[in-house]
């Protein structure tokens, strides 16, 4: 019996060649494959980076700044691995408890969280709802140790040890923002050698209240000598404060206190700081109570700036004694601030050197108090009036009119009525649905 195979004969049979497809971008190296993912647009990376793990782990060398919300991506050491050259963390929002069950995003100017209705009490956020102390130092322990070139980091209920960590560490530190900080909380940055940029968030109205006093402005003006830009928010503090870091910190050029509670007398502290050159003052129901006799006030004869922005200026005895330290100020601007009548706006007039003014949103002001007032500013070179209600032009002055000429910059436009008015004349809008609504 004989069997015959089903098979054809092998020399019947071209014989084909075996191809293997071969990955070209495979025989780049890392360096070149990182150089050409460099060039691509940012909106390209989440799709690059999804191809395969070594696209993935190149693209994670790329990153530099990342905004957390899980701790966990910080103790499992995934962030480490994952993103090995981050020079940028933000870790507020990661160190807050999740909620099981959020129903409600807060969104504020200092941070964005998730809630649910257990969190609606007097605070939203309280000691009991952030990580830890523990927790939070060993994940800024894992941070630091993994992040040494890390240049700008955000923190909220941070205690010495883990600042101290990340000071030991990360010797290039140069932008710190504090959350929910106490005094003696700040003596574990001192060590931050190389810091210019602190933003200290003490207490948050309805949000967390932590207590920023004179010991922690003193501690924190002899650690961080470097500092070039400070940001105070909530904090209470007085005359002692501030002369402190005025005396300590005399690369200081740019301060600014957002809903201070200082005591009294902290405005005359303000000639120590030899350097300064912006001050700018944001949400202060209160600028200065009792700040003393003129005599003893002093003056800060470098700055330049000043800023005030949703502020209480109500009190003239305050304002005037803010406008004496800082007569010598080429710049000010006042936006949204309550009370700015006038007579108020008048004190102004002791800063004769200033160069540019911009007014918006200040509805008390008329023309008659401007006009009063920029006639005495020989120096005027830019005016910028915006949405203020009360001044009409039609009450322009001739004299302010020729003064507007010559100006090498003006932005007029005060009277946001007049001008939707001026704008929705043609289209019949405002006239009770005359145009739009007929009888038949």
């Not at 504020?108 to 649910?116: A, E, G, R, T």
């Not at 800024?140 to 993994?146: H, T």
């Not at 941070?158 to 290039?172: D, F, I, P, R, Y």
């Not at 303000?270 to 209160?286: E, H, P, V």
Request: overall charge neutral; some cysteine; proline content about 3%.
């Amino acid at each position: 019996m004989q069997f015959q195979s089903l098979s054809p004969r092998n020399d019947t049979v071209p014989r084909k060649s075996l191809v293997i497809a071969i990955d070209p971008f495979s025989l780049l190296s890392d360096q070149l494959l990182l150089y050409i993912f460099s060039k691509l647009p940012y909106s390209y990376h989440s799709t690059t980076s999804l191809v395969c793990k070594r696209w993935m782990h190149l693209h994670g060398r790329l990153v530099q700044s990342v905004k957390l919300l899980d701790w966990d991506f910080v103790e499992s050491g995934r962030l480490i691995r994952r993103f090995p050259n981050l020079t940028d963390i933000d870790l507020v929002r990661a160190c807050v408890r999740l909620p099981y069950n959020p129903v409600i995003l807060l969104s504020h100017k200092f941070l964005s969280i998730q809630l649910d209705s257990r969190f609606l009490g007097d605070r939203f956020v309280s000691g009991d709802d952030l990580l830890p102390h523990d927790v939070i130092d060993e994940g800024l322990r894992i941070v630091a140790e993994g992040c040494p070139n890390l240049r700008k980091i955000g923190l909220i209920g941070a205690s010495e040890k883990g600042l101290s960590s990340v000071a030991a560490e990360c010797l290039t530190l140069q932008e710190l923002e504090l959350h929910y900080c106490t005094d003696l909380s700040l003596r574990g940055i001192s060590g931050c050698q190389n810091l210019q940029i602190l933003k200290l968030i003490g207490s948050v109205r309805e949000l967390y209240n932590s207590v920023i006093s004179d010991i922690g402005l003193t501690i924190l003006a002899q650690g961080c000598r470097r500092l070039v830009k400070l940001e105070l928010c909530g904090c209470e503090g007085s005359y002692d404060g501030i002369k402190a870091i005025g005396q300590c910190c005399q690369m200081l050029e740019e301060l600014t206190l957002c809903d201070h509670r200082m005591d009294g007398g902290w405005l005359s502290a303000l000639s120590f700081c030899g350097n300064l050159k912006t001050l700018k003052l944001q949400s202060c129901q209160s600028i200065g109570a009792n700040p003393g006799s003129d005599e003893h006030l002093g003056s800060c004869p470098t700055l330049e700036t000043l800023h005030l922005q949703q502020c209480q200026m109500r009190d003239k005895k305050s304002i005037r004694a803010l406008f004496l330290v800082c007569e010598a100020v080429r710049e000010l601007v006042l936006h949204d601030c309550w009370g700015l009548e006038d007579e108020t706006f008048g004190i102004a007039s002791i800063c004769r050197r200033l160069k540019s003014l911009s007014v918006e949103g200040c509805s008390l002001l008329t023309v008659e108090g401007l006009d009063s007032v920029v006639h005495s500013w020989k120096e005027l070179q830019r005016l910028k009036v915006v949405s203020c209600n009360n001044i009409k032009d039609s009450e322009v002055t001739p004299a302010l009119a020729t003064l507007f000429s010559i100006l090498k910059e003006l932005k007029w436009r005060p009277d946001s009525r007049s001008l939707l008015s001026s704008s929705l004349a043609e289209t019949g809008m405002g006239k009770k649905g005359g145009k739009f609504f007929k009888r038949a």
